[in-house]
Antibody
Framework: EVQLLESGGGLVQPGGSLRLSCAASGFTFSSYAVSWVRQSPGKGLEWVASVNGGSDNTHYTDSVKGRFTISRDNSKNTLYLQMNSLRADDTAVYFC??????????????WGQGTLVTVSS | QSVLTQPPSVSGAPGQRVTISCTGSSSNIGAGYSVHWYQQLPGTAPKLLIYGNTNRPSGVPDRFSGSKSGTSASLAITGLQAEDEADYYCQSYDSSGVVFGGGTKLTVL
């Protein structure tokens, strides 16, 4: 059974940093692209970043470029999102999701339950 | 403001058919990129409902179907059931990456 378990969310002050993790199980992690998608309270889905199976291809939404870094450790079956220079509008539930293919820009067929990040003073 | 435009809400009675539109542009759907649809039940994570414009993942009832034409796509749900009450999102791509619609809340009357 495919499982994705996010962790690392919490309350952080504006300008601060946070690192999210997503532990994957039930599939060959290194064979599939994975992504972060966020959802602000009461709002819709917003794609954040994606990385392919080998970590040599990454994509980011414009609003997080230069502040967020997506990475993965295939030996630990774990996806990460390093978030720096956090702003109030980064407040959201962050979901990790896997693709059914090695490459990015493919559908998201399994999702974790999400971790809440709150940016506030 | 989402790149893909969806109606904020739709509704229908049990057993009826509803459709949810997803309007894009020549930069995304009209450029030939695939459209996918997700269902998000209250308080849960999204679930892939339709991929590659028209395909259903294993386990998704055939009451759900997708279509695409030009710069738009649609999700149709037939034989509406109370359990279908949820938010629905379309998703495609553009030169910047992944784009989502703003979501449509389906109410089963």
């Amino acid at each position: 059974e495919v499982q994705l378990l996010e962790s690392g969310g919490g309350l952080v002050q504006p300008g601060g940093s946070l690192r999210l993790s997503c532990a994957a199980s039930g599939f060959t992690f290194s064979s599939y692209a994975v992504s972060w998608v966020r959802q602000s309270p009461g709002k819709g889905l917003e794609w954040v970043a994606s990385v392919n199976g080998g970590s040599d291809n990454t994509h980011y939404t414009d609003s997080v470029k230069g502040r967020f870094t997506i990475s993965r450790d295939n030996s630990k079956n774990t996806l990460y999102l390093q978030m720096n220079s956090l702003r109030a509008d980064d407040t959201a539930v962050y979901f990790c999701a896997k693709s059914p293919q090695y490459t990015t820009l493919t559908p998201l067929d399994y999702w974790g339950q999400g971790t809440l990040v709150t940016v506030s003073s | 403001q989402s790149v893909l435009t969806q109606p904020p809400s739709v509704s229908g009675a049990p057993g009826q058919r509803v459709t949810i539109s997803c309007t894009g542009s020549s930069s995304n759907i009209g450029a030939g990129y695939s459209v996918h649809w997700y269902q998000q039940l209250p308080g849960t994570a999204p679930k892939l409902l339709i991929y590659g414009n028209t395909n259903r993942p294993s386990g998704v009832p055939d009451r759900f179907s997708g279509s695409k034409s030009g710069t738009s796509a649609s999700l149709a749900i037939t034989g509406l059931q109370a359990e279908d009450e949820a938010d629905y999102y379309c998703q495609s791509y553009d030169s910047s990456g992944v784009v989502f619609g703003g979501g449509t809340k389906l109410t089963v009357l």
